[in-house]
């Protein structure tokens, strides 16, 4: 079994030529296809006919969900009593793991097993409609050791922040980023929020986002001597899948901008990962995978890809997959099932190898249960 | 772009990709499965191929008022191509004139439905075919009558066993009806002519309501895609506050979060499918323009894709137009009803 990573590029390669010829090979195929039946028909004689065969109860094709799901690697838990934790970074040169502790409107470091906190005093708000969940900060990422970038998640569209912090010893106050941005509504567009997940290259922070529903943005912090200087909508998702809700977003080890699209929260199985060229937004690849919810992507240090299914539909589902080649389904991809996890949201590798998973845990009591869950390098992923 | 340069294209996943972007077909026979302008390819069926003769047969028992109790109502009775494939009325009258609390959703489309019924408890139009034939109150002819009550029709058994190989079963009995409503299909509209390059397709007033469509009005929000559908299901509090409210997909899912939630309709032909909502509680689009703009309904579950919209009355109109024309096609899936077996 190959992994997804070196198919993916072909695939790529394949579908740029694609991209660009397939109306005139169709075109011609069909004519092709026309003509050979025309001649067909000139030819035709009465028909033989053939007794039918009885049928087998009918289905609607759909990707196969966790097709060679083969569960063994197992996580432990290293933080628990999190609310809601939503987000998970890796500090450069320390290693440190910092986890958005949403429902308790903090963030935290894992120090010698225990959460210590960095940031505190984040605005807060109610999510969802059943269970209803206490969120504050999101998504993180880390532009350097010192630079950390929080998507908020506490404030009304339109007003809400990504916020950019200058990490200091001691534990500070939310209000004290050097620096922050807003997508404000106007009369015509609606305003950005819940800044689920981020995601960093050398020019630019790109955040998934939850307001207008009629375009899905991923918008752009642009990134300057490591200075971050504007904010913008930048990629309507929704407008190129036709699907809702971009979560998920990382950059392939090729510097590809794959976004995980959850999909309909209430319909199973919708959830596509998309692969777009960050620069000319062109979208490069769309693939249909089967998966509920996707909430994260990731690449581990060997390449691998990964995502995670939060599986609202079905909390037995959930948990974390992995991306693979399959030649013989049409999207050309499965997913294996690494391990279930119960609603998981964020992950992050290290530079070890190791893996980072926060998961918002029983529904019922969904604003204590949070846990980060370390999956070691020994699992080799 | 060097990356993509580097690697040579690979036979494999040429077809992959190809299959993406041009989707597949489902009929052995090319003329059927065949989609007009705007819509997608027919979702692939395993173990249900499309054929002419299959498609006949189950037209035929689409129109057959024999599979009801008291032989007064057939499928077209509720879903008649005439009305808009649904019947309307708020709800139907079903055996005895019995009436249930939510209204007939329209078959146009349906093959790209992901769920069947409003609170989605089918997962395919097989599924979904033989609901309402046993439903008590719709059709009230359990499945078994059915069976045995089309088995006795010779032309039925001759063509059963013509285009299955076996006699009338309640699994071929629902591929053959499934099979024909694959069929109802509604796409070149004014709208998918304007997408595709006729600028003259579409009223200035309708150009005006397709962008507040995709934007202001966030209808796209839920109405997306090439058949104005996300296939979800969403909370828009239409009745909800009554004593002992349609709890809707709740019901099926027991999930909290979807109480009140019902199945996103298309929008394609819906100048035709009049009255509105999943109880058809609003009888014209103008109604159904002022409910979302008003912002619906607010409950403990409405959805989060609805809220004012601070809409003018011009604004309202240019929607509806955008509805009433943009969305109607000129080859509306018009069907007679067939002469049936005796």
Redesign the interface.
């Known amino acids: 079994m190959r992994t997804m990573r070196f198919?993916f590029?072909?695939?790529?390669?394949?579908?740029?030529?694609?991209?660009t010829t397939?109306p005139a090979i169709?075109q011609q195929e069909g004519k092709k296809?026309e003509a050979q039946?025309e001649k067909k028909e000139e030819k035709k004689e009465e028909p033989k006919k053939e007794?039918?065969?009885?049928?087998?109860?009918?289905?609607?094709?759909k990707p196969e969900l966790g097709a060679d799901a083969e569960e063994g690697t197992k996580g432990m838990v290293v933080l628990e009593g999190l609310s809601n934790p939503c987000g998970v970074a890796i500090q450069p040169e320390t290693n440190t793991v910092f986890v958005a502790d949403s429902g308790n409107h903090k963030i935290v470091k894992l120090v010698d097993g225990k959460a210590q906190d960095v940031i505190t005093d984040f605005p807060k708000d109610v999510y969802?409609?059943?269970?209803k969940v206490n969120i504050g900060p999101l998504g993180m990422v880390f532009l350097d050791k010192d630079t950390l970038v929080v998507g908020g998640g506490g404030q009304p569209d339109g007003e809400e922040l990504l916020r950019v912090y200058k990490i200091e010893d001691k534990a500070i106050k939310a209000d004290k980023m050097a620096a922050s941005f807003s997508l404000a509504a106007t009369?015509?567009?609606?305003g950005e929020g819940n800044f689920y997940a981020l995601a960093a290259s050398s020019t630019g922070v790109y955040v998934t986002c939850n307001g207008d529903?009629?375009k899905g943005w991923v918008s752009r912090a642009t990134v300057k001597d490591g200075k971050v200087e504007g904010y913008e909508r930048y990629l309507a998702t929704?407008e190129a899948t036709?699907?809702?809700a971009p979560v998920g977003i990382a950059f392939s080890p090729?510097?590809y901008l794959v976004v995980g699209q959850m999909g309909?929260?209430?319909?199973p199985g919708?959830s596509l990962l998309t692969f777009y060229?960050a620069e000319t937004k062109e979208m490069l690849?769309?693939?249909e995978t089967g998966l509920h919810d996707i909430a994260a992507v990731g690449y581990s240090p060997r390449g691998q890809m990964y995502v995670l299914d939060y599986a609202?539909?079905d909390a037995s589902q959930g948990g974390l997959y992995q991306i693979l080649e399959d030649?013989s389904?049409?999207?050309?991809m499965k997913t294996k099932k690494i391990m279930s996890l119960d609603k998981p949201t964020a992950m992050v590798f290290n530079g070890d190898g190791d893996l980072y998973i926060t998961v918002i845990g029983e529904a019922a009591d969904a604003n204590s249960k949070g846990q980060l869950i370390k999956v070691t390098k020994e699992a080799g992923l | 772009m060097f990356l993509l340069k580097m690697v040579p294209p690979q036979t494999l996943s040429w077809i992959a990709c190809l299959s993406i972007l041009a989707g597949t077909t489902l009929a052995a026979d090319p003329k059927i499965g065949k989609v007009p302008l705007g819509l997608k390819p027919l979702p692939k069926v395993k173990n249900n191929a499309m054929t002419a003769e299959k498609i006949e047969l189950g037209k035929q028992l689409y129109f057959d008022k024999r599979l009801s109790a008291d032989n007064s109502i057939s499928c077209a009775s509720c879903h008649d191509p005439n009305k808009g494939w649904s019947n309307g009325e708020a709800n139907a009258a079903g055996f005895q004139g019995q009436r249930g609390g939510r209204s007939s959703p329209t078959v146009i489309n349906s093959v790209y439905q992901r769920f069947q019924f409003w609170d989605g408890r089918a997962g395919s139009l097989e599924e979904q075919a033989l609901g309402p034939i046993a439903n008590p109150i719709e059709m009230n002819l359990p499945v078994e009558e059915a069976v045995k009550r089309i088995a006795a029709i010779e032309g039925y058994q001759k063509h059963f066993e013509s285009v299955f190989g076996e006699q009338v079963n309640a699994e071929n009995l629902a591929k053959a009806i499934a099979a024909f409503e694959r069929t109802v299909l509604s796409g070149n509209a004014p709208y998918d002519r304007f997408k595709a390059g006729d600028k003259s397709a579409l009223s200035e007033q309708a150009q005006v309501g397709m962008k507040l469509f995709f934007g202001k009005a966030n209808c796209s929000g839920c109405h997306v895609g090439s058949n104005f559908t996300d296939n979800g299901f969403h909370n828009l509090g239409v009745n909800f506050k009554q004593d002992e409210p349609d709890v809707g997909r709740e019901a099926i899912s027991k999930l909290e979060g979807d109480r009140g939630s019902f199945k996103t309709p298309t929008l394609r032909e819906i100048a035709k499918t009049a009255p509105y909502m999943h109880d058809g509680s609003l009888k014209t689009l103008e109604d159904v323009v002022e409910y979302y703009a008003k912002g619906a309904t607010p409950n403990d579950y409405l959805d989060e894709e609805i809220f004012p919209l601070n809409l003018s009355q011009e604004q309202k109109a240019a929607l509806v137009t955008f509805l009433k024309e943009g969305l109607a096609s000129d080859d509306y899936p018009t069907v007679e009803p067939p002469k049936l077996p005796e």
């Open positions: 198919p590029l072909h695939c790529l390669a394949s579908l740029a030529i694609a991209c397939i169709a296809e039946q007794e039918p065969k009885p049928e087998e109860p009918a289905e609607v094709e969802g409609k059943g269970p009369d015509e567009i609606k529903d009629t929704k036709e699907v809702d090729e510097g309909e929260i209430n319909v919708d060229d690849l769309n693939l609202w539909a030649n389904s049409d999207s050309g």
